[in-house]
């Protein structure tokens, strides 16, 4: 957290802190306020979920009043589907956008060491690759080009909960954290029944795996430059005989490249994988691979013929 403030200082930037009202971004609003409540201010999202939120919005508004921090509350409308994933797509949304209006660096958000653990163990459960047991990024673009810092993800909950027991302030409890139906809130507790579980040491290992990505993601990119061509809208690509981790970094940057869009790793790596085992190519968001002797030519899909 110092070191975050330290070089805000340092660059003349401002912040947003991201307070829901629960323990966990209540005491980063008092570790931000105890640093300099003059460069940032308070941001609120109102998912507008349940009946009690708009009144919890209010009383973090309160909270920053009494402590002299400007606040501004978002409404957001959360899309059909699956509620969480739709929740943080809105709420990530209106806070950069905000964020973006205001002239701000970036958004501190509450994450700390027991969701870093949480996150590394739903993937790893998950069968999740390198990236995705990197789990959640110290540092991370909304949408809208500002970023997401993460402070306290070497901090243990307990710990701040302890900064709000010691302000005396009601903190705001989410009963969703603690309903079985979400996989989160049973690897919560399955955490918190496994004493020998080291909430740190896994948050410490996921940061040690976001410095491997990156020298993954480095090496990759520089076999990608040095192999691949392009010929008119098609791109090229005559690999060497890398590993498949970084074969797939090379696969989502050829199909982004000649145009595909709305795919994920997971879809690039079972394309990926059905050539490797002798297919010929397929289709992916908007682009059409053909294999042949070793190259792989991506190239946008052609139009479909009606009728």
């Not at 629960?22 to 409540?37: M, Q, V």
């Not at 205001?102 to 027991?114: Q, V």
């Not at 954290?177 to 399955?190: G, K, L, Q, V, Y």
Request: some cysteine; overall charge negative; proline content about 5%.
């Amino acid at each position: 957290m110092r070191e975050v403030w330290t070089a805000a200082v340092d660059a003349h930037v401002r912040f947003g802190v991201a307070v829901s009202g629960g323990p966990d971004s209540l005491a980063l609003l008092l570790l931000a306020h105890g640093f300099n409540r003059d460069q940032f201010e308070a941001v609120t999202v109102d998912h507008r979920l349940r009946p009690e939120s708009g009144e919890e919005a209010a009383r973090v508004g309160a909270i920053c009043a009494r402590l002299g921090v400007r606040h501004t509350i978002l409404p957001v409308e959360v899309a059909s589907g699956n509620m969480h994933d739709a929740a943080r797509e809105a709420r990530y949304r209106a806070m950069g956008e905000w964020a973006l209006g205001r002239g701000m660096y970036g958004i501190l958000t509450a994450h700390h060491a027991d969701d870093q653990a949480e996150t590394v163990l739903m993937r790893l459960n998950r069968g999740s690759g390198p990236g995705g047991l990197c789990g959640i990024r110290a540092m991370q673009p909304f949408p809208s080009g500002v970023s997401a810092i993460r402070p306290l993800l070497q901090w243990r909950k307990a710990e701040l909960e302890a900064i709000v027991a010691e302000s005396g302030l009601d903190p705001v409890r989410d009963p969703s954290n603690e309903d079985p139906r979400f996989d989160r809130a049973r690897i919560r507790a399955a955490i918190g029944e496994a004493g020998w579980l080291d909430a740190v040491a896994i948050a410490r290992s996921a940061q040690y795996l976001q410095q491997a990505d990156l020298a993954l993601w480095t090496y990759a990119t520089r076999d990608y430059e040095r192999t691949v061509e392009y010929e008119g809208d098609a791109v090229v690509w005559r690999p060497d005989d890398i590993p498949r981790a970084a074969r797939l970094i090379c696969v989502m940057r050829a199909l982004a490249e000649a145009g595909g869009d709305d795919f994920s790793m997971a879809d690039a790596a079972r394309l990926h994988d059905a050539v490797m085992a002798g297919g010929k190519g397929g289709t992916l968001g908007g682009v059409e691979l053909r294999f042949r002797k070793g190259e792989w030519r991506f190239a946008p899909e052609p139009p479909r013929r009606n009728g």
